[in-house]
T-cell receptor, first 114, second 112 residues
Framework: SAVISQKPSRDICQRGTSLTIQCQVD?????MFWYRQQPGQSLTLIAT?????????ESGFVIDKFPISRPNLTFSTLTVSNMSPEDSSIYLC???????????FGDGTRLSIL | SQELEQSPQSLIVQEGKNLTINCTSS?????LYWYKQKYGEGLIFLMM?????EEKSHEKITAKLDEKKQQSSLHITASQPSHAGIYLC????????????FGTGTRLQVTL
């Protein structure tokens, strides 16, 4: 399976600032996704990162708050903008091939906002 | 939208004991995936089930999908401390380009 590198692994940020999380895959993949896992909760899909076009956001998530880039088939970024303590979560990227097999996940970014 | 309910929410078992985790869907499952998450880390893929009645095993873990494709179970035989973590079931639906909906999770502790 693909090797996924997610950076940073953790960060502590100040309220009102923004942080960009990177997800790098060692092979080309069709699908890349970003999930959020709030403390003690399961995973919630934020958006599907589309190569060369705007991401597709799930209900409750907006581009102004979570801008996503995907310039090619191996790389994507998620920015968490204007952070507040409610954004303290683990953010995970996952990759897969459309309609083929499972998604594989990066190690996640543990984000704490003071 | 699809909802996945897992039971139990948490489980403490003694090393060497067997255990079962259940995942029940509000809709017919198209594809069902089991993942394990170590605390605060990423998800490790365990198994994928797609056909009614399907059963897969890897080492001491067996996953099953019922004939009606609305319930799956994950069974661990002779549990070990390395099995500790959070187990998550995930499901995708036709036409959603592999988007996953995740279950509520089961936290497993294995005591010595």
């Amino acid at each position: 399976s693909a090797v996924i590198s997610q950076k940073p692994s953790r960060d502590i940020c100040q309220r009102g600032t923004s942080l960009t999380i990177q997800c790098q895959v060692d092979s080309q993949v069709t699908m890349m996704f970003w999930y959020r896992q709030q403390p003690g909760q399961s995973l919630t899909l934020i958006a599907t990162a589309n190569q060369g076009s705007e991401a597709t956001y799930e209900s409750g998530f907006v581009i102004d708050k979570f801008p996503i880039s995907r310039p090619n088939l191996t790389f994507s970024t998620l920015t968490v903008s204007n952070m507040s303590p409610e954004d303290s979560s683990i953010y995970l990227c996952s990759v897969g091939q459309a309609h083929q097999g499972p998604q594989h996940f990066g190690d996640g970014t543990r984000l704490s906002i003071l | 939208s699809q909802e996945l309910e897992q039971s139990p929410q948490s489980l403490i078992v003694q090393e060497g004991k067997n255990l079962t985790i259940n995942c029940t869907s509000s809709k017919t499952l198209y594809g069902l995936y089991w993942y394990k998450q170590k605390y605060g880390e990423g998800l490790i893929f365990l198994m994928m089930l797609q056909k009614g009645g399907e059963e897969k095993s890897h080492e001491k873990i067996t996953a099953k999908l019922d004939e009606k494709k609305q319930q799956s179970s994950l069974h661990i035989t002779a549990s070990q401390p390395s099995h500790a973590g959070i187990y998550l079931c995930g499901a995708d639906s036709p036409g959603t380009a592999s988007k996953l909906t995740f279950g509520t999770g089961t936290r497993l502790q294995v005591t010595l």
